[in-house]
């Protein structure tokens, strides 16, 4: 099982993001996948969970800014950020539960 996550950066408070993960080696459609965040200094936090049905939970901090989505033709979980704020600055992780994996994260950071 490979995670590859893509999309992080730097952005300016309320602007957005879109971060993507590509899975491979295993059957995507038939699995929930995760997006963690770990700020410096704190534990990695569930942000988004999408089940293989495709529905969706949030931790309550992102609820309403941000959007969990999957195209399982494209193998891809897409994290769509909008309204970010400096508190959104953390390393972002794909993670498949089931298999236990993990990609190795993209940075973002949200500063003026």
């Known amino acids: 099982v490979q995670l590859v996550e893509s999309g992080g950066g730097l952005v300016q408070p309320g602007g957005s993001l879109r971060l993507s993960c590509v899975a491979s080696?295993?059957?995507?459609?038939?699995?929930?996948m995760n997006w963690y965040r770990q700020a410096s200094g704190k534990e990695r936090e569930l942000v988004a969970t999408i089940s293989w049905l495709g529905r969706s939970t949030y931790v309550a901090s992102v609820k309403g800014r941000f959007t969990i989505s999957r195209h399982n033709n494209l193998n891809t979980v897409f994290l769509q950020m909008d309204n970010l704020k400096p508190e959104d600055t953390a390393v972002y992780y794909c993670n498949q539960p089931e298999f236990g994996s993990w990609g190795q994260g993209t940075q973002v950071t949200v500063s003026s």
């Open positions: 080696g295993f059957t995507f459609s038939r699995y929930a």
